[in-house]
């Protein structure tokens, strides 16, 4: 045991073994007489610490080391048996004590044949160790070239996944800076309005200011002529001289008399009021502003013209609206965004007020369906505009129409009896919005096959479809199915 734990204090600097021979020099380390032979044959000197060293075959065996240095040796010989001792019995069974010859190809371990036939591995197949083992490794080498070829696509899927990454973040900045850019135009164009809206103020403020100065020098001017002859007056009738009253009053005076010279001058005169006004900009700055940017702001939204070959279907003059008719009655000849729209008919010609529910649009709509009733109607429309690349984006004013359908073919957002949902490639998904909206905005992305709605009023996001694929070219898609005495078309926004 001491051999054990002082076998680092028995080791030789030099051999780095356990002492053979161990000599001690002046100094007092400690070698084996073989390895200090060899060293200072090269240079007289302890290898430790760099002492002088006389001749080292004068040197005594220390017989101590020696002895404590070959029980650490038997301490390591004895330890190494009690090794190969423990796995030669390793090799033998541990619950039945017999050598392991089999290797269960079900359980996959060692076996003894007292193991083969007992209940544990009864039904398994076995096979002979050295049967097993050249079987396993055979399957192991094939499977090696099996990692190989796994960790050669795990490795191009990670090179691929961190260029991805790379092209992700360089997008990132370049979308960054695209918003940067867009944004100090917004800014430049805010900042350099404001800077004309404040100087027209300036200048109005100068301008009123300037009238108001010089009316205000002429009161003063007045003011201080008054108080003279004030002055004066009051230092004359303090004399009582008759002579020298008179004198001294005709002093300096005009042929003015009395009643000329206190002739009241205040009704001569008249503050000067200018009240500054910047017109709307005073009141409705930011809806002016905001109607000025749309004339500057690019891209703007698509201005969308559309057409129909049903006769149920009924586009306006200017392209941009879009009503249901009933068969065999005369479409509508004309629309108005101001005042509604006219139409004719054989029973004559009526004017549409608005497009809400009130009580002229239902009357006006009864006298052009006749007595249809509520009869319902699917129309379908497309955009004359063809999309083939890039991203678009056009809004369209729903109004208050019972069921429409808007987005591109196939791929769209449908309204009905209340509720919203995304139609694409048969799956229909709902969706929620927080109040009902009056305009819808679609975003098309050819690039991506992405197509998004918003709930154009607030600019809120409400979904994103991503079709399998888009038949170039696309145009936008409109469906509308209205009550015979309804009167709500859909309309595309230009801004």
Request: net charge negative; with cysteine.
């Amino acid at each position: 045991m001491a051999s054990a734990f002082y076998s680092e204090d028995l080791t030789c600097p030099v051999c780095l073994s356990i002492f053979t021979d161990p000599v001690t020099l002046l100094c007092g380390h400690s070698f084996c007489r073989g390895c200090i032979t060899a060293v200072l044959s090269a240079q007289p000197q302890c290898p430790q610490c760099r002492t002088a060293v006389p001749d080292v075959a004068c040197l005594p065996t220390s017989h101590i080391l020696k002895s404590l240095a070959e029980k650490a040796k038997e301490g390591v010989k004895r330890k190494k048996e009690h090794g190969e001792e423990k796995a030669e019995s390793a090799e033998l069974c541990p619950e039945h004590e017999e050598k392991l010859k089999l290797f269960c190809v079900t359980d996959q371990q060692l076996a003894c044949i007292i193991c083969r036939d007992g209940e544990r591995h009864e039904g398994h197949r076995f096979k002979p160790i050295k049967e097993a083992a050249a079987a396993l490794r055979l399957e192991l080498e094939e499977g090696m070239e099996n990692i190989c070829d796994d960790i050669l696509t795990t490795e191009s899927l990670a090179n691929t996944q961190r260029e991805e990454i790379t092209k992700t973040k360089e997008m990132s900045q370049q979308l960054t800076t695209q918003i940067h850019r867009q944004f100090e135009q917004m800014h430049q164009f805010l900042r350099k309005r404001e800077d004309e809206i404040k100087n027209e103020l300036k200048h109005k403020e100068e301008d009123a200011v300037e009238k108001m100065s010089k009316n205000l020098n002429e009161i003063e001017t007045a003011l201080g002529e008054s108080r003279e002859l004030e002055r004066k007056v009051k230092s004359v009738v303090k004399i009582e001289d008759s002579e020298k009253f008179l004198k001294s009053w005709a002093e300096g005076n005009t042929t003015a008399t009395p009643e000329h010279l206190f002739q009241s001058r205040a009704f001569d005169l008249q503050v000067v009021k200018t009240s500054l006004s910047l017109g709307p900009y005073e009141s409705h700055l930011q809806f002016f502003i905001w109607k000025e940017m749309l004339q500057v702001i690019q891209p703007r939204a698509e201005l969308l013209s559309l057409k129909s070959n049903n006769r149920d279907i009924t586009v306006s003059d200017d392209g941009r609206s879009l009503f249901s008719t009933l068969n065999g009655m005369q479409a509508p000849q004309s629309f108005s965004s101001a005042s509604g729209f006219a139409f004719s008919s054989a029973a004559g010609s009526h004017k549409i007020k608005d497009y809400n529910y009130g009580a002229s649009t239902r009357s006006g709509c009864k006298s052009f369906f006749g007595n249809f009733g509520t009869q319902m109607m699917a129309n379908h429309a497309f955009s004359v505009n063809e999309f083939t690349s890039g991203q678009h984006y056009w809004e369209t004013e729903v109004g208050h129409g019972n069921y429409w359908e808007l987005g591109i073919k196939d791929n769209f957002l449908k309204y009905d009896n209340q509720k919203y949902a995304i139609c694409s490639s048969n799956i229909t998904t709902e969706v929620v919005f927080a109040a009902r909206p009056r305009k819808i905005g679609i975003y098309l992305n050819c690039t991506s096959n992405t197509l998004s709605f918003y709930n154009a009023d607030n600019m809120k996001h409400a979904h994103t479809v991503r079709p399998t694929v888009m038949l170039m070219p696309l145009s936008a898609y409109f469906n509308i199915r209205a009550a015979a005495t309804e009167l709500n078309p859909l309309t595309v926004c230009w801004y």
